[in-house]
């Protein structure tokens, strides 16, 4: 049997949606509901339906095209495509946060590591086989950590690097050999002894060689945000330095241009103030520039390769919570508003189809409970539009510090997450 609620907002139009942001690394959520539109609303659910994974609705309003905290929320109307959630097979053999997902060459997706609860980070990994749907544990690392990197290399290995064990960083990196089904200690970042790095990015280059970017170091009890970056050879398993960043950033963007370059965008300067600036990595100079200034500063944002060979940009916070979207034009070297999402939200997930739209789920819309909605990004018209609505939360649907993977089928897989401790080991797909 399939159901569906139907959902009415009611918005109170000219109040912002404040949110805290969150800490650096572990986050936890309250079960208070305030929304998550930008504005404050009244949710009133009820009626049936015939699809599977209701759609939420848009909010009545204004749009917002500057990129801001949207006061009323987005275009009106109550337009949602289709698009459902179905739960897998079975649940995650772990449940996690602030995890990696890699899709393997073999059609199976590793899930390694995170954090269980905010005191506990996982050692753990498992494999999901979209064939049966179910999730079975494959080798443990080498050491525990959340908020690290996974990289797929050219040789069919995963690159593992930084991260957060709980109470300390790590600064060393390590393999899985999906033939094998192990991890193996590789090469130490060059961060320096006794420090870390993570809340950092990891981008493949063309050349076959891993870029490591920013993130927070911590070192004898004081932290410190960082402007270097560093490579990796998979050749010969060491990390190297390399040029550093017109800044410093953590919870920023890295997204692999067509021309082989590296956007560099957004983020944090600590506890300081959300980055509105951009630069990027010239691999064949191994050196950083300014490019384009975004409309808004944000973080814990998303960055998404368009098929046009634009990125787009969504969501994240400064003190508030983000609906506002725009588009950096490699031609240009600028940014550019796009669409307004229906739903205000950060620390989200943003994939992009086989059809060339983007998904976006989850995410924390301010001080209330995870965002359950989900919304389509169609970049022939610049518009958001909601679709179904996620189903894998205790209190309700919904997640945040989620991963969400595009399976071989065109389907995207949905795992784990943060709802409030201990984390979630639900995952869904969406069809």
Not at 183 to 200: E, K
Not at 411 to 419: R, S
Request: charged content about 10%.
């Amino acid at each position: 049997m399939v159901h569906m609620d139907v959902r009415v907002r009611i918005v109170l139009s000219g109040l912002l949606l404040m949110c805290s942001c969150g800490g650096k690394g572990l986050h936890f959520s309250t079960a208070l509901d305030a929304g998550g539109t930008g504005g404050a609303t009244m949710l009133v659910t009820g009626g049936t339906d015939t699809s599977a994974g209701a759609g939420t609705t848009g909010s009545a309003g204004t749009t917002d095209t500057t990129g801001g905290a949207t006061g009323s929320g987005g275009t009106s109307g109550a337009t949602v495509l289709q698009g459902v959630f179905v739960p897998t097979g079975g649940r995650m053999t772990t449940g996690s946060f602030e995890h990696t997902a890699t899709m393997l060459p073999n059609g199976k997706v590793l899930i390694v590591g995170g954090a269980f609860d905010e005191i506990t980070g996982l050692g753990t990994a498992e494999l999901y086989d979209p064939a049966t749907g179910t999730f079975t544990a494959t080798g443990t690392m080498t050491v525990a950590r959340c908020s690290h990197t996974a990289t797929l290399l050219p040789n069919g290995l995963v690159l593992i690097a930084g991260g957060q064990a709980i109470t300390e960083l790590q600064l060393t990196a390590e393999l899985y050999d999906p033939a094998a089904g192990t991890f193996t200690a590789t090469g130490t970042m060059t961060t320096g002894r006794f420090a870390g790095r993570f809340l950092h990015t990891a981008t493949l280059l063309p050349n076959g060689l891993v870029l490591i970017t920013g993130g927070e170091m911590r070192t004898l009890g004081s932290s410190q945000v960082l402007a270097s970056a560093e490579l990796y050879n998979p050749a010969t398993g060491t990390f190297t330095a390399t040029g550093t960043m017109t800044t410093t950033r953590e919870y920023h963007t890295a997204t692999l241009l067509p021309n082989g370059q590296v956007l560099i965008a957004g983020g944090q300067q600590g506890d300081v103030s959300a980055l509105a600036s951009a630069e990027l990595y010239n691999p064949a100079v191994g050196i950083f520039t300014a490019t384009g200034t975004m409309p808004v500063a944000t973080w814990k944002h998303t960055a998404t390769l368009l098929p046009n060979g634009q990125v787009l940009v969504t969501g994240g916070c400064v003190q508030w919570t983000l609906a506002g979207a725009e588009l950096y034009d490699p031609a240009a070297g600028t940014f550019t508003t796009t669409g307004t999402m229906t739903t205000a939200r950060y620390s989200h997930a943003a994939t992009l189809l086989l059809d060339g739209l983007v998904l976006i789920t989850g995410g924390q819309g301010g001080i209330g409970p995870p965002l359950e909605s989900a919304e389509l990004y169609d970049p022939a018209v610049g518009t958001f539009t909601a679709t179904g609505t996620m189903n894998g939360g205790r209190l309700g649907g919904g997640r945040f510090e989620h991963t969400a993977t595009l399976l071989s089928d065109g389907t995207v897989l949905i795992a784990g997450g943060n709802e409030s401790f201990p984390s979630l080991a639900t995952a869904e797909q969406y069809e």
